[in-house]
């Protein structure tokens, strides 16, 4: 079984400070994907990875950034944390070129900025 | 640019009661596929079902059924034999040619005992 791992399910922050949210796959996939999940507005993508040290901006990139270094590890990371993002953020990854395969996703991280 | 569009924000549904949870999509590839996942409270989402735009028959998977009518653009799921755990939300999506999946906002359904 696929197993993509996020570093915390519950996350506090401070306005201001920078936060990083780390999500590990064990499959060698070579897509990962960082979404923002609101209610009332679904998955949005905020970037994703093809291959290591690859990155490309979703539909909502303002505010975060994402690092890959390993495969199996992609990071995303807001520069300073603000009250609009405090959000439920969701890791995905998926194999490439394959169009009837489904993302694997792990458990998702709430994350609230005070 | 690829769309899916899920217009009950919420559902209720009996217990042992089939439910269709809609969506439709608009893409100008010829080549996609539709996905269904399920999300309960706990937060992780689920693959249920997939169905791809050249498949001549509907995709069914143990309850879960997708009636898929192409020239609508719709792919619904249908639920059989509604039980109390299937309370969550469920997200449509669709990939196209990018490969890159997007997601309806999602349908609520509560199963009542």
């Known amino acids: 079984d696929v197993k993509v791992t996020q570093s915390s399910r519950y996350l506090v922050k401070r306005t201001g400070e920078k936060v990083f949210l780390e999500c590990v796959q064990d499959m060698d996939h070579e897509n990962m994907f960082w979404y923002r999940q609101d209610p009332g507005l679904g998955l949005r993508l905020i970037y994703f990875?093809?291959?290591?040290?690859?990155?490309e901006k979703g539909d909502i990139p303002e505010g975060y950034s994402v690092s890959r270094e390993k495969k199996e590890r992609f990071s995303l990371i807001l520069e300073s944390a603000s009250t609009n993002q405090t959000s439920m953020y969701l890791c995905a990854s998926g194999l490439t070129g394959l169009r009837n395969q489904p993302q694997h996703f792990g458990d998702g991280t709430r994350l609230s900025i005070l | 640019a690829q769309k899916i569009t899920q217009t009950q924000p919420g559902m209720f549904v009996q217990e042992k009661e089939a439910v269709t949870l809609d969506c439709t999509y608009d893409t100008s590839d010829p080549s996609y596929g539709l996905f269904w996942y399920k999300q309960p409270s706990s937060g992780e989402m689920i693959f249920l079902i997939y169905q791809g735009s050249y498949d001549q028959q509907n995709a069914t998977e143990g309850r879960y059924s997708l009636n898929f009518q192409k020239a609508r653009k719709s792919a619904n799921l249908v639920i059989s034999a509604s039980q109390l755990g299937d309370s969550a939300m469920y997200f449509c999506a669709i990939t196209g040619g990018s490969y890159i999946p997007t997601f309806g906002r999602g349908t609520s359904l509560i199963v009542h005992p």
């Open positions: 990875s093809y291959d290591v040290k690859m990155k």
